[in-house]
């Protein structure tokens, strides 16, 4: 009930407005935050309907069916398992009231529209986003390159003429020294957190 009287308290429509950390503890995507996995929120963004909440690990989409419904659809995007993309900022025309950032994430399409008196808060988010779909991208091609030298290496060792004896002892190593090394890869290359991303851009 607080929370609800919270966001007529905010002044919100149904164009967003960015919300200051002085009071996430007025939304209803601060519950869902992991607070135990020192998961913290960096960006938010609430509609009358809807709560866009950007934390170091996650998305965090708090879905209303309407500005007068009480049902509410949680969605969950962990940046590690549904990469950003597609990241586009429509800034307001002289008659436009908002200001709009789309992007993707995974197969999830999403279009958030701000009020354009915010364009510069906006603009650090668009960064952040922008550079945290370079990183995820990049990433991706480091790990696929791992994935390419290790089934080549395997490749070469199975057409060589080396004696089966030896070519089981030498496969063993390799098999062995690959899962080292891609759990390795995978460690560095499949970021989770983006906390130093949004601490780089985000000007609160």
């Not at 950003?84 to 002289?94: F, H, L, Q």
Request: charged share 30%.
């Amino acid at each position: 009930m607080f929370k609800k009287l919270a966001s007529d308290a905010l002044g919100l429509s149904d164009i967003g407005k960015i919300i200051g950390p002085e009071d996430y503890d007025k939304t209803d995507a601060d519950d869902y935050v992991r607070h135990e996995d020192d998961e913290q929120i960096y960006f938010l963004i609430k509609t009358k309907a809807d709560e866009y909440c950007f934390t170091n690990l996650a998305l965090i989409h708090v879905d209303g069916e309407n500005a007068t419904s009480s049902k509410q659809t949680l969605r969950r995007y962990p940046y590690s398992q549904h990469k950003i993309s597609d990241v586009v900022m429509e800034t307001a025309g002289k008659v436009d009231m908002d200001i709009e950032i789309k992007f993707q994430i995974g197969n999830q399409v999403l279009s958030i529209d701000v009020h354009k008196e915010e364009i510069d808060k906006l603009k650090d988010l668009y960064k952040a986003l922008l550079y945290i779909s370079e990183i995820t991208h990049a990433n991706e091609v480091m790990l696929d390159m791992t994935s390419q030298s290790l089934d080549k290496a395997v490749s070469v060792l199975q057409n060589s003429r080396t004696s089966e004896t030896n070519l089981a002892g030498q496969y063993k190593e390799i098999t062995e020294f690959g899962f080292s090394w891609v759990q390795s890869s995978r460690e560095k290359y499949h970021k989770k957190d983006f906390g130093e991303v949004f601490e780089k851009y985000i000007n609160n």
